[in-house]
């Protein structure tokens, strides 16, 4: 076990798409959000398109930074998506994993967004 003084500590883990075109938003909105030092951070094509892999980032933070927050960012015409990538199949999905994350570790807030490509981050509640 490491001793107390060797834990480190982040507030938040942020999960994004890939996708070159969110780069501009995501950077400023996560900055002022989480603070510039204060979040682990995960960009997979689809973002929660890929549960089993958001789930493994989520426990490697938690257990290695003591996270207290997961934010979970989906977006308009996500190519990893494809034709399925409606409006509504994001939501669901956005809803899913935070269902599936918080059962699994209730101290957790799990937040969920929809990014357009105008770059509005649109709330999922
Ligand atoms: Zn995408």
């Known amino acids: 076990m490491p001793s107390k ?62 996270i207290k927050t997961v934010c979970l960012i989906n977006h308009e015409d996500c190519r990893a998506y494809g034709r399925a990538g409606t409006y509504k199949r994001h939501v669901h999905d956005l809803k899913d994993a935070r269902k599936k994350i918080q059962a699994l570790f209730p101290h957790l807030k799990v937040e969920t967004f929809y990014l357009r490509l105008d770059g509005v981050f649109e709330f999922v509640a």
């Open 5 to 66: 003084k060797n834990l480190i500590h982040c507030d938040a883990l942020v999960v994004h798409c890939m996708d070159y075109r969110l780069q501009k938003f995501l950077q400023p909105w996560i900055t002022v959000r989480f603070g510039y030092d204060n979040f682990d951070i995960i960009s997979l094509a689809g973002s929660v398109h890929d549960y089993e892999m958001v789930l493994k980032y989520a426990q490697l933070a938690v257990q290695v930074h003591d």
